[in-house]
């Protein structure tokens, strides 16, 4: 028990700047008072105490502000930030090194009985502040998932979700297997034609391994890939955003070269005016374009 509250303690200096010694964790921190709770209302439950489970559960959520089923399963070194209005349901798995932000919840759409109606999240997962995973799927190792998304859908490894509803962004630098090549293969190009930009280089570095037990006075050794806070990573934009960019960038481009074509024709001597009787029809479009281009000394003829 007192190695799993170190490693919990020893997580939170590490990824929290705002911590500021052990004892101000222990004494401070919802998210590890939360999982110290958890981990005896888990043993009730495994013990089939199943109401005296709920009621430190209970308690656990008015001292805390975090409500986790006694019958879900947490891992090592999982990391609950801030922690107020997260709900982890009854068949939710939360692997080890995982990071949860306020507001998250991991919740279910069924209403069967005994069925896995919660997702499972591997080692690493990053859940951005309040996020909704629901359903019984599974988020994959390293995955993160963006602020405020929704979602309703497996998650590849090491991938990032954003949006309502979320929508999966392929990792554009990852480590892959032969196998593997061909779907990564289909996902540039649909980058190449506009689709979305593909972002994430956390894939390419594993979180880590680590001697997980403290014995001798020996301390655990762990290897981390570069923490992203919030489930923010670099170039992992929302491809519906880039779009939307993109159609506003091409919109100033067309005004700029608009713009261009006025100065043009009045450094020409035509104005927009001259233009809009049947004199227009006299204009050599392919002569203005050379104009604006300095391809021609800067006269218009009036002969066709």
Request: with cysteine; proline share 4%; glycine share 12%.
């Amino acid at each position: 028990m007192f190695t799993r509250l170190r490693e919990d303690i020893a997580t939170i200096r590490e990824r929290d700047p705002a911590a500021r010694s052990a004892w101000e964790v222990l004494t401070c921190y919802p998210g590890l008072h939360a999982l110290v709770l958890h981990r005896l209302a888990h043993a009730c439950w495994q013990g089939r105490r199943r109401w005296l489970a709920r009621f430190v559960s209970q308690m656990a959520r008015f001292m805390t502000g975090i409500e986790i089923h006694p019958g879900a399963t947490v891992g090592r070194r999982v990391f609950i930030d801030h922690g107020m209005g997260v709900v982890v349901g009854e068949t939710a798995q939360i692997g080890d090194d995982c990071t949860i932000y306020q507001g998250v919840t991991l919740g279910g759409t069924s209403l069967t009985r005994g069925a896995k109606r919660h997702p499972t999240l591997e080692r690493g997962v990053i859940v951005g502040a309040g996020a909704k995973v629901l359903g019984g799927f599974t988020i994959g190792a390293d995955a993160k998932i963006g602020s405020n998304a929704v979602v309703t859908k497996p998650v590849p490894a090491g991938g990032t979700a954003v949006g309502n509803p979320a929508r999966v962004i392929v990792p554009a630098a990852a480590s892959v297997s032969a196998a593997s090549v061909p779907a990564m293969a289909t996902a540039v190009g649909a980058s190449a034609n506009g689709s979305a930009s593909a972002a994430c280089n956390t894939a390419a570095n594993e979180r880590a391994a680590s001697n997980d037990a403290v014995r001798g006075g020996n301390k655990r050794v762990t290897e981390r890939s570069d923490f992203c806070a919030y489930g923010i990573t670099p170039n992992a934009d929302d491809p519906v955003s880039l779009a939307i960019h993109g159609l506003i960038d091409h919109a100033a481009t067309q005004a700029k070269r608009i713009d261009e074509i006025v100065v043009a024709l009045e450094r020409l001597g035509t104005s927009l005016e001259g233009l809009q009787g049947a004199d227009a029809a006299l204009l050599d479009l392919r002569r203005l374009s050379a104009a604006i281009a300095g391809k021609v000394d800067g006269t218009v003829t009036e002969e066709r």
